[in-house]
């Protein structure tokens, strides 16, 4: 893979990462953390989630493109620095996906019982979530911790991300490709259902939250889909099948496919916040 697409790939992350941060800024400006919390438990930490994996994201783009222009050497000492930042990245990016679960058990919860109070519901599976992250990165950091040993160059000539550095071995691969199989397989089936019951509950009348929340989180399901799980799948199918390492040929995909991603939704919510002020806008000059 030719050094400079792949500066070029982790650039335009990092700028995408960047927009994904003014877009935050904007929401948690009009509402904050804590007010999301009160609303939504598990879009307070979506959204939250989301702005630690934008700056990490910039982070790890950064180092690697120090690491491409040579300022950051490929000496076994750099070891474990290169691997902290892609793990610390990969830590927040398995707890976003848990944190979508949970996005998605409520929305479901909401339409299937709509008048029952949620605050049991929330905090049961907001601690089944973190059950979930809590074996995915413990898994995780126990892996990084055997293999983090400094052992030659840590980067193979011609590679410019942690795929194919020599820590990134069979076992590693193995633990990180049957969690995010296991948290992808629930995600679908979870946004499926939620596909199915908002179709189903569609002529049911329902608050202008409401009917927002669930366009947003099927908004997140098919952004999710086509960013993270199609990619994934063929990833996976021609690195197991027909021995194709898809990183080589294209560069640092999963990063930019991670920041599409994260980027897509923010503006998803962004926009769907600014119809909301409009709407009450509207209705307080009407009143007024």
């Not at 702005?51 to 990490?56: D, E, G, I, R, T």
């Amino acid at each position: 893979m030719l050094k400079q697409i792949v500066l070029i790939e982790y650039s335009i992350a990092i700028t995408i990462s960047i927009i994904t941060l003014l877009l935050l800024t904007f929401i948690f400006y009009q509402k904050s953390l804590f007010a999301l919390w009160k609303q939504s438990v598990f879009l307070s930490l979506f959204l939250g989630s989301i702005s630690l994996l934008a700056v990490q994201n910039i982070v790890l783009a950064t180092q690697w493109i120090l690491f491409g222009w040579g300022l950051i050497p490929n000496i076994p000492e750099n070891t474990f620095f290169l691997l902290i930042v892609t793990h610390i990245y990969l830590v927040i990016r398995q707890f976003h996906n848990c944190v979508t679960i949970g996005l998605f058990a409520q929305r479901i919860r909401c339409l299937v019982r709509p008048t029952k109070t949620d605050t049991k519901f929330n905090y049961t599976t907001l601690s089944i979530v973190c059950v979930f992250f809590l074996i995915g990165s413990t898994g995780a950091t126990c892996m990084m911790v055997i293999n983090s040993a400094p052992k030659g160059r840590p980067v193979p000539e011609g590679c410019y991300s942690f795929n194919c550095m020599a820590p990134n071995s069979a076992p590693v691969r193995i633990w990180s490709s049957v969690f995010t199989i296991f948290i992808t397989a629930i995600i679908l089936i979870l946004g499926t259902y939620l596909f199915y019951l908002v179709h189903k509950y569609r002529t049911s009348r329902k608050s202008a939250f409401e009917r927002g929340a669930n366009k947003f989180a099927l908004y997140v399901f098919y952004v999710r889909f086509f960013c993270e799980t199609i990619p994934f799948i063929i990833d996976m199918l021609l690195s197991n099948l027909a021995h194709i390492d898809l990183g080589r040929y294209i560069g640092p995909f999963g990063a930019l496919g991670t920041a599409m991603d994260f980027t897509l939704k923010t503006l998803g919510y962004f926009l769907l916040l600014r119809h909301n002020m409009k709407i009450s806008n509207l209705m307080l000059h009407r009143v007024s």
